[in-house]
Protein backbone atom coordinates (compact mmCIF):
# COMPACT_ATOMS: atom_id res chain seq x y z
CA UNK A 1 0.00 0.00 0.00
CA UNK A 2 2.47 2.73 1.17
CA UNK A 3 5.49 0.98 -0.57
CA UNK A 4 7.46 2.56 -3.45
CA UNK A 5 7.27 6.67 -3.77
CA UNK A 6 7.81 7.81 -7.21
CA UNK A 7 8.45 10.87 -8.83
CA UNK A 8 4.88 11.98 -9.02
CA UNK A 9 4.80 12.08 -5.50
CA UNK A 10 7.93 13.16 -4.29
CA UNK A 11 6.78 16.59 -6.39
CA UNK A 12 3.79 16.78 -5.16
CA UNK A 13 5.41 16.78 -1.06
CA UNK A 14 7.59 19.60 -2.49
CA UNK A 15 4.83 21.34 -3.79
CA UNK A 16 3.13 21.33 -0.54
CA UNK A 17 6.03 22.13 1.47
CA UNK A 18 6.48 24.97 -0.50
CA UNK A 19 2.77 26.35 -0.32
CA UNK A 20 2.99 25.77 3.75
CA UNK A 21 6.14 27.03 4.73
CA UNK A 22 6.52 29.56 1.61
CA UNK A 23 9.32 29.88 -0.87
CA UNK A 24 11.06 33.00 0.94
CA UNK A 25 11.57 30.87 4.71
CA UNK A 26 12.84 27.39 2.75
CA UNK A 27 16.62 28.79 2.12
CA UNK A 28 16.66 30.10 5.58
CA UNK A 29 15.12 26.78 7.14
CA UNK A 30 17.88 24.70 4.98
CA UNK A 31 20.51 27.20 6.28
CA UNK A 32 19.71 26.53 9.59
CA UNK A 33 19.54 23.02 9.02
CA UNK A 34 23.75 22.42 7.22
CA UNK A 35 24.06 24.64 10.26
CA UNK A 36 22.68 22.21 12.86
CA UNK A 37 24.08 18.97 11.13
CA UNK A 38 27.86 20.63 11.12
CA UNK A 39 27.43 21.35 15.11
CA UNK A 40 26.44 18.11 15.72
CA UNK A 41 28.83 16.48 13.52
CA UNK A 42 31.55 18.51 15.23
CA UNK A 43 30.38 17.82 18.35
CA UNK A 44 30.17 14.25 17.52
CA UNK A 45 34.03 14.19 16.81
CA UNK A 46 34.56 15.70 19.73
CA UNK A 47 33.48 13.00 21.99
CA UNK A 48 34.86 10.97 19.97
CA UNK A 49 38.51 12.42 20.29
CA UNK A 50 37.66 12.41 23.66
CA UNK A 51 37.06 8.90 24.04
CA UNK A 52 40.09 8.34 22.55
CA UNK A 53 42.47 9.91 25.07
CA UNK A 54 43.22 8.32 28.15
CA UNK A 55 41.84 10.20 31.69
CA UNK A 56 45.16 11.26 34.40
CA UNK A 57 45.24 8.48 36.90
CA UNK A 58 45.29 10.66 39.63
CA UNK A 59 43.24 14.14 40.74
CA UNK A 60 45.53 17.32 40.19
CA UNK A 61 47.38 18.74 42.70
CA UNK A 62 46.57 21.83 44.30
CA UNK A 63 49.26 23.42 42.44
CA UNK A 64 48.83 22.57 38.73
CA UNK A 65 46.75 24.97 36.22
CA UNK A 66 43.15 23.61 35.35
CA UNK A 67 42.76 22.60 31.38
CA UNK A 68 42.72 25.23 28.78
CA UNK A 69 38.88 25.76 27.79
CA UNK A 70 38.82 24.67 24.21
CA UNK A 71 36.29 26.40 21.69
CA UNK A 72 34.11 24.27 19.03
CA UNK A 73 32.92 26.24 15.34
CA UNK A 74 30.25 24.92 13.78
CA UNK A 75 31.84 25.73 10.05
CA UNK A 76 35.23 27.31 9.31
CA UNK A 77 35.21 30.78 9.90
CA UNK A 78 31.73 30.63 11.47
CA UNK A 79 32.85 32.78 14.45
CA UNK A 80 29.02 34.30 15.15
CA UNK A 81 28.52 30.55 16.72
CA UNK A 82 31.29 29.15 18.23
CA UNK A 83 31.36 29.03 22.17
CA UNK A 84 34.01 27.95 24.79
CA UNK A 85 33.37 24.20 25.82
CA UNK A 86 34.59 23.62 29.70
CA UNK A 87 35.69 19.70 30.08
CA UNK A 88 33.67 17.65 32.20
CA UNK A 89 35.07 17.48 35.95
CA UNK A 90 34.29 13.79 37.79
CA UNK A 91 32.68 15.28 40.66
CA UNK A 92 32.01 11.82 42.08
CA UNK A 93 35.50 11.31 43.44
Same mark, same amino acid.
Not at 31 to 46: D, M, V, Y
Not at 50 to 60: M, V
Not at 62 to 90: F, K, L, M, Y
Given at each position: #?? &?? !?? @? /??? $?? $??????? !?? &? @??? !??? #? @?????KSARILKSEAKAMKSEGQQTAPADPPQ? &???? /???????? @? /??????????????????
Amino acid at each position: #MF &GR !LG @A /PEI $IL $ILVVIVL !LF &G @AKK !LPD #M @ARSLGKSARILKSEAKAMKSEGQQTAPADPPQP &GEQP /PVQRTIQS @A /PGDVSSSRPVTEPTDSTR
